[in-house]
């Protein structure tokens, strides 16, 4: 028995690296999903005072966490513009980690599809949502809670079948 134990252990790592490579790095599980989303109070980017996700509970909304220095931003962001002009859809920008004439330069030539700006100048408010890397987008739902969590940029397709469909569950 003890001569097959190298084998018996190669095996079992090799079933184990197996099933790894089958897993999707972006779908990494929150502990947040079905918790009450972090409470903030920040400052909004246009200075006209501070923002709190407790000002929009009774409706469901989305959190896109962004930086100016993120390239992945500036592909989503023809499709945050696109999804503000089309759907009644409540969309708050966490500018991550950034200087304020950086993302709000960034916004005007580029177009801002946020309802509501907000800097988390040191990232603070982005632990607490379990950011790992800009773009992220939180589903928060009518309570408050954050019903689901996209990493990376959202498209066109993710938008339609992803969180659209979590924004109409989170309304309920």
């Keep these: 028995m003890k001569r097959f134990a190298p084998l018996i252990i190669f ?6 690296l197996a099933a790894g490579l089958t897993l999707n790095p972006r779908e990494i599980p929150s502990v947040l ?7 903030f109070k920040l400052d909004r980017l246009d200075a006209t005072g501070q923002f709190s996700p407790a000002s929009l509970k009774g409706q469901a909304w989305l959190l896109n966490v962004w930086a100016s220095w993120c390239s992945a931003c500036i592909q989503e962001h ?8 089309e759907h009644k859809v409540t969309i708050v920008g966490l500018a991550y980690k950034d200087l304020d004439k950086d993302a709000k330069q ?3 030539s580029r177009g801002n599809p946020y309802n509501v700006v907000v800097a988390d100048r040191d990232g603070r408010v982005g632990i607490d949502y379990g950011v790992y890397g800009v ?14 969590k996209h990493i990376g940029a959202v498209t066109p397709d993710i938008f339609k079948n992803i969180l659209l469909p979590e924004l109409q569950k989170a309304r309920l």
Excluded: C, H, M, R
Excluded at 11 to 16: E, F, K, V
Excluded at 78 to 85: E, F, G, R, T, W
């Design 78 to 85: 023809p499709v945050l513009n696109s999804i503000a002009s």
């Design 106 to 108: 960034w916004l005007q």
């Design 135 to 148: 773009p992220e987008t939180f589903v928060i739902d009518k309570n408050g809670n954050i019903a689901y």
């Design 33 to 39: 999903i079905g918790k009450p989303a972090p409470q």
């Design 11 to 16: 095996a079992a790592l090799a079933l184990l």
